[in-house]
């Protein structure tokens, strides 16, 4: 028999009917992943932080589509992760115009900026990486419970592995670096991603909860944040090493469509080191995995957003 194919975008099955929530899809693995959703039939609602963007974003993917009023498909809406007042206003109006969502992707992120604190406090990558998904994912929980195979998928990073959770010092008030807070805010993607569920199994809950990581691949995320020496390493130096975004959106795409995808995997590249190749499950770090860890990051996020989830406790 002749063995299948690398599992590839023209795999996804027919997503006629079902309605996606993409963050940050105005470019890079984000546009990647509407772009390919709607391409199958989806509707997707490309959530992002400027709407100037978002529109020219969904004016290509809908060029491309060969159906008539395929852009009907396309919704841009605003969504600023680093301000939790535009997380519960995006999650009402979304709530209002759809009782019904089918899958969520978190996928925006911002990448070593100087130290910026959010509107409410936070630091940026902590706020925007995990706090806001964290929120949103809550707010969006009980539509998604209504879905067809509902699904959230949050895009960590391999990063994750090097990274470790600063609960004394969340906004690096005492010793910010860069780097090392991105990585903070990935093992919080891992962590979260995970503990979300055990917590869906625990309540019975249809929503299924993935993780993924796109290897590396050049976006803008390394361009539009770092400065300095991160900017030209990740920006320039390793670039031309990089996959394509369509090529690092499969890992999420694969979590978000593909029917023998189970909860709680965390799906990446199967190449070398991770950094490119065909989605696969792969391993969490040892500290995503950590049961204390876990719980103490969602009771803290829980209070940071005052978003609660409603779900069951997860048996000790």
Known sequence: ????????????????????????????????????????????????????????????????????GADDRLEVRRLDLADLDTVWTFADRLCADHPRLDVLVNNAGVLAPPRTLSPQGHELQFAVNHLGHFALTGLLLGALAAGRDPRVVTVSSLNHRKGRIHFDDLTG?????????????????????????????????PVRSLLA???????????SGPTGLTRLLYGRLLRPLAQRPADGALPQL???????????EFIGPDGRGELRGAPTPVRLAPSAVDAEAGRRLWELSEELTGVRFGLAGVPA
């Open 1 to 68: 028999m002749k063995p299948l194919e690398p599992w590839n975008a023209g795999r996804i099955p027919d997503q006629s009917g079902r309605v996606f929530v993409v963050t940050g899809a105005s470019g890079g693995l984000g546009l990647a992943t509407a772009r390919a959703l709607a391409e199958r039939g989806g509707r997707v609602v490309l959530a992002v932080r400027d709407e100037r963007r978002g529109r020219e974003a969904a004016a290509r993917i809908a060029a491309g589509l060969p159906d008539p």
């Open 173 to 205: 008030a005492r010793d910010y670096a860069p780097m090392a807070f991105y990585d903070q805010s990935k093992l919080a993607n891992a962590l979260f991603g995970r503990e979300l569920h055990l917590r869906l199994g625990a309540a019975g809950s």
């Open 213 to 223: 990581h796109p290897g590396y691949t050049a976006t803008g995320l390394q361009t």
């Open 254 to 264: 694969y979590a978000a469509t593909e029917p023998a995808a189970r909860g709680g």
